[in-house]
């Protein structure tokens, strides 16, 4: 409950919602036991490529149908519900949208490979914390996955995996995507429906840059205690990492910086205002006029570093002009009071590129 923000209500809604899918379960969710000498095996096969292994307990649980198994602290849980799940398990109840990919996830027979799921949410227990980018993300999830699969010397019952290898337009995707910062969903955990018509694809991409750094490793336990050890709040070492694989078109370095051409920004703002000390608290409307036009859904806005106590209050949104271009909004101003609004990268230009946040700073005059 604590780690996937569970409520009692979730419970008591997916038992009530989905009786038939919990019969058709309980079989396979009852049969813990008989994994326990494959799991303390596979245990041992991660302890003998990687000898500082501390030890971890795994717990079979029952979730709300969010999670096939996750960790906290030096816990490994299982979501029994879908990890235990098998292609005789009943999806009917779900709605469409959940429906879809429960059932390709189930015709999967995800409970064959229990052990290896188990294994690579232990090596999750071994690494030290990703932070908040999607490069983070892909690494701690590939490298999980690289790890658990040559221990126990399997193929990843992965699909993603097979997936990008064989379609190097997912790397493109990626790269054009990486810095992008709102889109997490895209790459991992989510049924979001790609071009690729294949989900959590970022699993690929964190495989494959561990994949080559322990091939092209002369001491391979040395590569996996890297690897497991990678301190990802370390940017320098996080991208000497990916760099020397060589496996992106570019040095991450190089990548941003095509990435933050290819931006769009605020042009101008009507009426000019910015850095002024004189701002006439009547003013009732501002507009933004950026580079290149918008999609007009996504918007985003935020506390300068003054704070919430000096946000601008927003009355309405007027919103975009016909080509996009630029965009509307009406405020509420004080006499003698210094004004800032974060305009953030939740602007995006149609093509889904995020808008260079731009902060709007001003002082109005005493009248």
Known sequence: MQVKNYTHDDYINAINSYPKF?????????KTNRYNEELNNGVEKIRAIYPQLKPAKIYFTIG????????????VLIGSELAMADKNTNSAEFDENLGAGRRI???SNPIDNLVLLNLHEYVHTQQKPRVNNLLSYVLHEGIAEFVSVIAMNVPSSTPAINYGKQNKKVKQKFEEELFYGNNTHHWLWSDFKNEFDTRDLGYYIGYAIAEINYNNAINKQAAIKKMIELDYTNEADVEDFVNRTKFFSKPINKLY???DKSRP??????PVIVDSTTVNPNLKRI???FSMPMNVESRGFDYGPLGENHVLSVQNIIGFTEDAKSFTFEIALEPDKHYQSLITNRFLSKDGIPLKPFLINFKTSKK
């Open 265 to 270: 920004t605020i042009l101008s703002i009507e």
């Open 287 to 289: 507009t933004l006029n």
């Open 105 to 107: 996830y189930f015709d």
């Open 257 to 259: 910086a095509d990435f």
């Open 64 to 75: 709300a149908l969010r999670s096939n198994g996750t960790t906290i602290d030096s816990l």
């Open 22 to 30: 919990w019969t058709s379960i309980r079989e396979n969710t009852l």
